[in-house]
């Protein structure tokens, strides 16, 4: 006789594995794709001399289209006495160009020395022949010769600059499907292989059986947080806004902080210190849950594991009123969120994952080890100024920002504005959020083991 049970478990769970396996073909190809989009102009070169103006490269479309100011990118060099080394790619607006213009700057007596440059966009690339940028007779201001395989640069105007007027795209050899069949192959096979499908579904259940706990949990904790004061929870709510007021004031009123783009500074500054205050602020309190509930994690029957989320939950209640006032100041500024925000909820629920995942990890350990907690608050005052939430990551060297993006809340931040200013899809940066979900699930599996193995000691610590 077929045992049907077992049957329709084992059939939902194939039919589990194939839709993980398309999902994950679908990430890992948006993966490898992104590696080939962008329109973009790498350049190696080096010079003195060079003390005004600024460097630029302009680009035309189409044949017989002129450049103008408003096709045009800026180049940072970072110069020291007049002296420059660069060596990096700059990005360009458009998806495609037919030919480029790279500005030298104001000065009249710099020299320059282009080693090589390289053309990509999403067509395919071009290694530039410096010997034609040098004979082309389109350069203005400028003394060009080629020797020895570079191409040298004597300004002898104020508007001196070369043009790259023949772009001959060789098409990539793309073999994307391949590599992103088998990553997603190696990666069903290592979930199949590591990841206890039984145990993530008996934890879900666990969870969902036990909503209403958590939920009046939540509820309970938010309003005996503030219960011994007058105004009660209203502290909640004043104390946030009046920081975003004093930053509002110190930076635009004070620094006189000019927009960012066209944003104005005060609407690209709430839609990163928001979700920073939700993250703080439900990090560090689930951090002592254990402490704080001592009297439930000494009982046998508890389920100690739902503390962090109930106290996450009840940070959540005040995230939420904040993002509808953030709304509502984009509204006065006459900024309609469009669709776009929609993608709050996932970069949201994004920030709920990751302090779940630091909370099981620091949770446990701040039973054991209580200056964990001044630790976390110089990490969390750290974090909050080498987050890009007051200042605009594109001031620092394209080569020092990868560096910052390391930091998971940048995606978040990243994310709000993406949803609320710039309308960015999030699977654009599939990049960054491979990444970041990669560093969640490490961080989460970390927490649960650091969870089993300390929970039997919780009630003789405490």
Same mark, same amino acid.
Request: aromatic content about 18%.
């Given at each position: 006789?077929?045992?049907?049970?077992?049957?329709?478990?084992?059939?939902?769970?194939?039919?589990?594995?194939?839709?993980?396996?398309?999902?994950?073909?679908?990430?890992?190809?948006?993966?490898?794709?992104?590696?080939?989009?962008?329109?973009?102009?790498?350049?190696?070169?080096?010079?003195?001399?060079? =003390?005004?103006?600024?460097?630029?490269?302009?680009?035309?479309?189409?044949?017989?289209?002129?450049?103008?100011?408003?096709?045009?990118?800026?180049?940072?060099?970072?110069?020291?006495?007049?002296?420059?080394?660069?060596?990096?790619?700059?990005?360009?607006?458009?998806?495609?160009?037919?030919?480029?213009?790279?500005?030298?700057?104001?000065?009249?007596?710099?020299?320059?020395?282009?080693?090589?440059?390289?053309?990509?966009?999403?067509?395919?690339?071009?290694?530039?022949?410096?010997?034609?940028?040098?004979?082309?007779?389109?350069?203005?201001?400028?003394?060009?010769?080629?020797?020895?395989?570079?191409?040298?640069?004597?300004?002898?105007?104020?508007?001196?600059?070369?043009?790259?007027?023949?772009?001959?795209?060789?098409?990539?050899?793309?073999?994307?499907?391949?590599?992103?069949?088998?990553?997603?192959?190696?990666?069903?096979?290592?979930?199949?292989?590591?990841?206890?499908?039984?145990?993530?579904?008996?934890?879900?259940?666990?969870?969902?059986?036990?909503?209403?706990?958590?939920?009046?949990?939540?509820?309970?904790?938010?309003?005996?947080?503030?219960?011994?004061?007058?105004?009660?929870?209203?502290?909640?709510?004043?104390?946030?806004?009046?920081?975003?007021?004093?930053?509002?004031?110190?930076?635009?009123?004070?620094?006189?902080?000019?927009?960012?783009?066209?944003?104005?500074?005060?609407?690209?500054?709430?839609?990163?210190?928001?979700?920073?205050?939700?993250?703080?602020?439900?990090?560090?309190?689930?951090?002592?849950?254990?402490?704080? =509930?001592?009297?439930?994690?000494?009982?046998?029957?508890?389920?100690?594991?739902?503390?962090?989320?109930?106290?996450?939950?009840?940070?959540?209640?005040?995230?939420?009123?904040?993002?509808?006032?953030?709304?509502?100041?984009?509204?006065?500024?006459?900024?309609?969120?469009?669709?776009?925000?929609?993608?709050?909820?996932?970069?949201?629920?994004?920030?709920?994952?990751?302090?779940?995942?630091?909370?099981?990890?620091?949770?446990?350990?701040?039973?054991?080890?209580?200056?964990?907690?001044?630790?976390?608050?110089?990490?969390?005052?750290?974090?909050?100024?080498?987050?890009?939430?007051?200042?605009?990551?594109?001031?620092?060297?394209?080569?020092?920002?990868?560096?910052?993006?390391?930091?998971?809340?940048?995606?978040?931040?990243?994310? =709000?504005?993406?949803?609320?200013?710039?309308?960015?899809?999030?699977?654009?940066?599939?990049?960054?959020?491979?990444?970041?979900?990669?560093?969640?699930?490490?961080?989460?599996?970390?927490?649960?083991?650091?969870?089993?193995?300390?929970?039997?000691?919780?009630?003789?610590?405490?």
């Amino acid at each position: 006789m077929i045992n049907v049970k077992g049957f329709l478990f084992y059939t939902v769970k194939t039919i589990c594995y194939i839709l993980l396996f398309i999902i994950t073909f679908l990430l890992c190809l948006n993966f490898f794709d992104s590696f080939y989009r962008g329109c973009r102009l790498s350049v190696d070169m080096e010079g003195s001399g060079v =003390y005004e103006g600024p460097f630029q490269v302009y680009y035309a479309l189409e044949e017989g289209q002129g450049f103008t100011p408003d096709m045009c990118d800026n180049v940072n060099l970072n110069l020291k006495n007049g002296k420059f080394k660069f060596n990096e790619k700059i990005k360009l607006t458009p998806l495609s160009a037919f030919k480029l213009r790279l500005d030298m700057g104001g000065s009249e007596n710099a020299n320059i020395t282009v080693n090589k440059m390289r053309y990509q966009d999403n067509r395919g690339y071009c290694n530039i022949d410096l010997s034609r940028v040098a004979n082309s007779g389109l350069n203005a201001d400028v003394n060009t010769s080629f020797e020895n395989g570079v191409l040298n640069i004597a300004t002898t105007g104020k508007d001196p600059y070369i043009v790259i007027d023949e772009i001959n795209i060789t098409p990539f050899e793309n073999h994307n499907k391949i590599w992103a069949g088998l990553s997603a192959l190696v990666i069903v096979f290592l979930i199949y292989r590591y990841v206890r499908l039984k145990a993530v579904y008996s934890m879900a259940i666990d969870l969902w059986q036990s909503r209403r706990l958590i939920f009046s949990l939540a509820v309970n904790d938010f309003k005996t947080k503030y219960s011994g004061s007058y105004f009660g929870t209203i502290w909640a709510f004043i104390q946030p806004v009046c920081t975003i007021l004093v930053f509002w004031f110190v930076f635009q009123v004070g620094f006189r902080s000019t927009d960012v783009g066209n944003v104005p500074f005060i609407i690209w500054f709430i839609a990163g210190i928001i979700p920073w205050f939700f993250f703080s602020d439900a990090w560090n309190s689930a951090s002592n849950c254990l402490i704080e =509930y001592s009297f439930l994690v000494k009982k046998v029957v508890f389920k100690v594991h739902i503390l962090p989320l109930v106290k996450i939950i009840s940070n959540l209640f005040v995230h939420i009123f904040f993002v509808c006032f953030m709304l509502a100041i984009y509204c006065i500024y006459g900024l309609r969120p469009s669709v776009y925000a929609i993608q709050i909820l996932y970069y949201s629920l994004c920030m709920i994952v990751l302090v779940i995942s630091l909370s099981l990890i620091t949770a446990p350990l701040m039973v054991f080890f209580k200056d964990l907690g001044q630790i976390m608050n110089i990490i969390l005052q750290f974090g909050m100024w080498l987050t890009p939430i007051l200042w605009n990551i594109d001031i620092i060297p394209a080569r020092l920002q990868g560096i910052f993006k390391l930091n998971p809340m940048y995606y978040i931040v990243q994310g =709000y504005r993406d949803s609320l200013i710039y309308n960015v899809v999030f699977y654009n940066n599939i990049k960054q959020t491979l990444y970041f979900w990669i560093v969640v699930f490490a961080l989460m599996l970390i927490g649960c083991i650091i969870f089993r193995k300390l929970r039997p000691h919780f009630a003789d610590v405490l």
